[in-house]
């Protein structure tokens, strides 16, 4: 019977339109959610290269007796972007056909889910210009090998790049840059970074000795996140790179919740488990409205050195097929390299070493293609 009804209030309705518009009788093509979720791909995130669909920031949209309603949600604490996304997402879709009008677009401004109340709004660093987040769900998935390489490519790329080693309880950058002098303190108490190849560092590895372990908890944990975000004087800056600590525990939440990221990127190696824990970091930042920038494969495959065969010790193309279902681009396939463990462990990137190595030219590639998106 319902299918019946459908019907009939259908045909009722063209009836209707026909004799509304004095007898001419205009089919128009009635759009689906998925359809106008498409044409949303048009816009653009202010000041990004990447749509507001493949950001995630579309949460609903929604078809009432009134209209049409589009709902997004964003983290932002610059008033302009709720009202250029409101402007552009009203137009992209009136100017579809066989909408129904008018088309109300509602932006939230998306607050941290469970501390809005004690912490402070997202905010900027003074003189950074865009902070990006290195993340992973797993650990040992080369996370930090990874950050520090981009750092170091952004360098090369001619940018001002600063560095802060957020996993304080693994802190490994002050090793893989050989960075052994003690960060400063001003009269101020802002802590000078330390200056290695070109890239401003924060580590707790500047701070404690090598096996010393780093015992904080709760609100500490907290504390120190915030100084070495905060209490530190980064200057002018075209890109922050963090490390963050794997998964979604305090320091990441602590991050993302109180500081206005730009972007995360998010590495994993091709193995499923490494890429079930992936999806979680990627949801966690879509969740609090962080664009995901896109996946890095590390550890893809091996090539023999002395047969020049290729090994997929991790297995393959897991990272591929996991970026496409996410939406998220994949920004490069980096492959196992002894020279890559090697820089590191001497304190000194790949890309900084030798960047003619597979490894090092698919994380130069990398920092190019995110650069494009910033
Ligand atoms: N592509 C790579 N090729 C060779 N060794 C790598 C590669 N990526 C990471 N490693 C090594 O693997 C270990 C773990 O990497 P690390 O960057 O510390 O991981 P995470 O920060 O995710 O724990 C390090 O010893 C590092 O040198
Ligand atoms: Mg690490």
């Known amino acids: 019977m319902a299918g019946y009804n459908e019907r009939t209030r259908g045909f009722v309705s063209i009836i209707i339109g026909w004799l509304k518009t004095g007898g001419t009788l205009t089919l128009t093509h009635v759009m689906t959610r998925e359809q106008i979720i498409e044409a949303l791909r048009q816009v653009k995130y202010p000041g990004f290269s990447r749509d507001i669909v493949s950001f995630g920031l579309v949460t609903g949209v929604e078809f009432t007796a009134p209209g049409t309603i589009v709902s997004l949600t964003v983290t932002t604490t610059d008033e302009r972007v709720p009202r250029i996304l409101q402007?552009?997402?009203?137009?992209?879709?009136?100017?579809?056909?066989?909408?129904?009008?008018?088309?109300?677009?509602r932006v939230k401004i998306n607050t941290s889910p469970s501390a809005a109340n004690e912490l402070p709004p997202r905010e900027g660093i003074a003189g950074v210009r865009r902070i990006i987040a290195?993340?992973?769900?797993?650990?040992?998935?080369?996370?930090?090998?990874?950050?520090a390489n981009l750092a170091a490519a952004f360098h090369l790329l001619g940018m001002k790049v600063?560095?802060?080693?957020?996993?304080?309880?693994?802190?490994?950058?002050?090793?893989?840059?050989?960075?052994?002098?003690?960060?400063?303190?001003?009269?101020?108490?802002?802590?000078?970074?330390v200056t290695v190849s070109g890239i401003k560092l924060m580590s707790m590895g500047l701070l404690v000795d090598?096996?010393?372990?780093?015992?904080?908890?709760?609100?500490?944990?907290?504390?120190?996140?915030?100084?070495?975000l905060r209490g530190v004087r980064w200057g002018e800056l075209d890109a922050l790179v963090l490390d963050l600590p794997p998964g979604t525990g305090d320091i990441a939440l602590t991050v993302t919740q109180t500081l206005a990221l730009d972007g995360a990127v998010i590495v994993s190696t091709p193995q499923e488990v490494a890429l079930i824990d992936a999806r979680k970091a990627v949801k966690m930042f879509a969740k609090v409205g962080v664009p995901v920038l896109g996946l890095i494969e590390n550890m893809s495959y091996f090539t023999a050195p002395d047969s020049g065969r290729r090994y997929d010790i991790f297995g393959t193309g897991g990272a591929r097929v996991e970026a496409e279902k996410l939406?998220?681009?994949?920004?490069?396939?980096?492959?196992i390299e002894m020279a890559t463990r090697e820089a590191g462990d001497r304190g000194r990137p790949i890309v900084l070493r030798d960047a003619g190595t597979p490894a090092a030219r698919a994380l130069l590639a990398a920092a190019e293609k995110i650069r494009g998106l910033l």
């Not at 402007?87 to 008018?102: C, D, F, M, N, T």
């Not at 290195?134 to 950050?147: E, F, I, L, N, P």
């Not at 096996?211 to 915030?226: E, F, H, K, N, S």
């Not at 939406?327 to 492959?335: D, F, H, N, R």
């Open 87 to 105: 402007e552009q997402v009203a137009e992209v879709v009136g100017r579809l056909p066989g909408i129904s009008r008018p088309v109300d677009v």
């Open 134 to 147: 290195v993340a992973s769900g797993k650990g040992g998935v080369g996370k930090s090998t990874v950050a």
């Open 162 to 193: 600063g560095l802060c080693d957020c996993d304080l309880h693994g802190p490994s950058l002050a090793l893989m840059f050989g960075a052994g002098e003690q960060p400063t303190m001003d009269e101020d108490d802002l802590i000078n970074p």
């Open 210 to 228: 090598d096996d010393a372990p780093v015992i904080l908890r709760g609100p500490m944990v907290t504390r120190y996140t915030q100084q070495f």
């Open 327 to 335: 939406g998220v681009p994949l920004l490069a396939e980096v492959p």
